[in-house]
């Protein structure tokens, strides 16, 4: 595969999809849905053998490909491209803060990916929990057991790791966003979901040109709708660069690193409009609001904020800025007590008994067609009212408010 380096051959483990039980719904998207399952034959590979199950429908794969046919080039004819260059990357990944893929499942309708499950929900569910749902000033001072660490800088040293490997298998993530980065069970980071990648080469050029970039001047002359499929990443995380369309290379992840620090200090992203096109003018035109007195931290997020590629802050400064002054980078991994570890979460072998037999495909099938307004009652139903009273606390305690009413639409990427 271009750009990607294997250390060997070994093709992912295939699955049944028989042997996987869904125990509830963790997220909808634009192409499938992601479940809770429990793996009955390999119960060693995760905790209780439970995993995330990633489904993507095929036919929705087909249906978006068909309505870009007329700005497809002939090399991307294939709607499956996507799918099996994200399975070839996460076969590859062999890193603690990113996904291990367990399985691939292949039927006539549906394309699985299994992957470790992170009971913890997302970078912005826990930001949600916290005073004023930010990390404010206090809790970033406050420093916790057996480590030099802040809270705030704990998590964006662990993102900063994260795509520091990525980029040095030549992979440019381009979807940063604090629901892409799950919490595991240890309290570290995860960043997941690979569809929007790419593994272009970081030095020797820019990743092409985009005759589907968006300019200043574009943006008030057309209805938003028109461009949907216009850019790559989500519409408050997209570097300027994407935006205009002039080529980008790995500062993309960059300058997505600086929104998440930005949304987690101040709750909420730095360039939001009341529309897209009003985002992507302040994007393009406006300078963060740094409100508050000069830190290392503020300095870092303006660094990162840079507009300019060329001039944004490189990862090897990053890691030497002032806000990270003193951190043992090769340590971070090995803390064993993280700011925040996820209260222990239990499937008692009766609940996952009691919980009635979903198919999988079918489920899909309806929320691709948009006929599935009764679906979610068949995750996670039970043969008892406690039981099921049971599943609605887990499911609540684990995702809180992330992935428990994913947006629907085409920027969101189920996991």
């Given at each position: 595969?271009?750009?990607?380096?294997?250390?060997?051959?070994?093709?992912?483990?295939?699955?049944?999809?028989?042997?996987?039980?869904?125990l509830s719904l963790l997220g909808r998207g634009a192409k499938g849905v992601a479940f809770l399952v429990k793996d009955d034959e390999e119960s060693s590979s995760s905790e209780q053998g439970l995993l995330a199950l990633k489904v993507i429908s095929k036919a929705a794969l087909i249906e978006k490909k068909r309505k870009n046919n007329d700005s497809s080039s002939k090399r991307d004819n294939d709607p499956m491209k996507r799918i099996w260059f994200e399975r070839d990357v996460l076969n590859l990944l062999d890193h603690p803060l990113l996904p291990k893929l367990r399985g691939v499942v292949v039927t006539g309708e549906i394309v699985c990916f299994a992957m470790d499950y992170c009971p913890g929900g997302n970078l912005n569910s826990l930001r949600k929990q916290q005073t004023e749902k930010m990390f404010s000033e206090d809790l970033i001072r406050f420093r916790f057991p057996a480590t030099a660490l802040f809270l705030l800088r704990f998590y964006a040293a662990e993102i900063v790791l994260a795509l520091e490997y990525l980029h040095g298998l030549g992979i440019v993530y381009r979807d940063l966003k604090p629901e892409n980065i799950l919490i595991q069970e240890n309290g570290h980071l995860m960043v997941v979901d690979f569809d929007l990648s790419t593994n272009r080469r970081i030095s020797g050029g820019l990743i092409g040109e985009s005759r589907t970039g968006i300019g200043v001047d574009e943006l008030p002359k057309k209805p938003v709708s028109e461009r949907s499929n216009s850019f790559v990443g989500t519409e408050e995380y997209v570097s300027p660069e994407i935006i205009s369309g002039t080529?980008?290379?790995?500062?993309?992840?960059?300058?997505?690193?600086?929104?998440?620090?930005?949304?987690?200090?101040?709750?909420?992203?730095?360039?939001?409009?009341?529309?897209?096109?009003?985002?992507?003018?302040?994007?393009?035109?406006?300078?963060?609001?740094?409100?508050?007195?000069?830190?290392?931290?503020?300095?870092?997020?303006?660094?990162?904020?840079e507009k300019d590629p060329a001039m944004r802050i490189s990862m090897e400064e990053i890691k030497g800025h002032e806000f990270f002054k003193g951190l043992d980078w090769d340590s971070v991994v090995r803390i064993s007590r993280p700011p925040y570890i996820p209260?222990?979460?239990?499937?008692?072998?009766?609940d996952v008994e009691g919980i009635k037999e979903i198919d999988v495909e079918e489920y899909v099938k309806e929320a691709w067609e948009g006929q599935n307004g009764n679906c979610d009652d068949k995750i996670g139903g039970k043969s008892d009212h406690k039981k099921e009273t049971q599943t609605q606390s887990y499911k609540k305690d684990v995702w809180r408010e992330g992935l428990g009413n994913p947006i629907k639409t085409s920027d969101f990427s189920v996991f």
């Open positions: 595969m271009e750009g990607l380096e294997r250390s060997g051959d070994e093709a992912p483990p295939l699955m049944e999809l028989r042997r996987l039980k869904a080529g980008h290379d790995s500062a993309v992840d960059r300058w997505g690193l600086g929104v998440v620090m930005y949304e987690m200090l101040y709750g909420r992203t730095p360039f939001r409009g009341t529309n897209r096109s009003e985002t992507f003018y302040r994007i393009l035109t406006k300078e963060p609001e740094l409100v508050g007195d000069p830190t290392a931290l503020r300095d870092l997020i303006r660094k990162l904020l209260p222990p979460q239990m499937w008692e072998e009766e």
